[in-house]
């Protein structure tokens, strides 16, 4: 499975991208196609940030 494969899945929905914001994900696909083993899991990264002693204002 990789992580397109639940993306994929979904119905076709239309949503409307700005030139900018489709470029993005282009770019990060690319990114993401060249090397994937640099990707790390969600749960890894927010684990790690919420062990961080850095303390983000909570939303009001």
């Known amino acids: 499975m990789t992580a397109e494969d639940p993306w994929e899945s979904l ?6 991208l700005s030139e900018q914001q489709r470029l993005e994900l282009l770019r990060r696909r690319e ?4 090397e994937p083993e640099r990707g790390r899991p969600w749960r890894e990264v927010l684990d790690e940030i919420e062990r961080s002693p850095v303390q983000f204002a909570k939303p009001r």
């Not at 990114?31 to 060249?34: F, V």
């Open 11 to 16: 119905p076709e929905l239309s949503i409307s």
């Open 31 to 34: 990114l993401h196609q060249a």
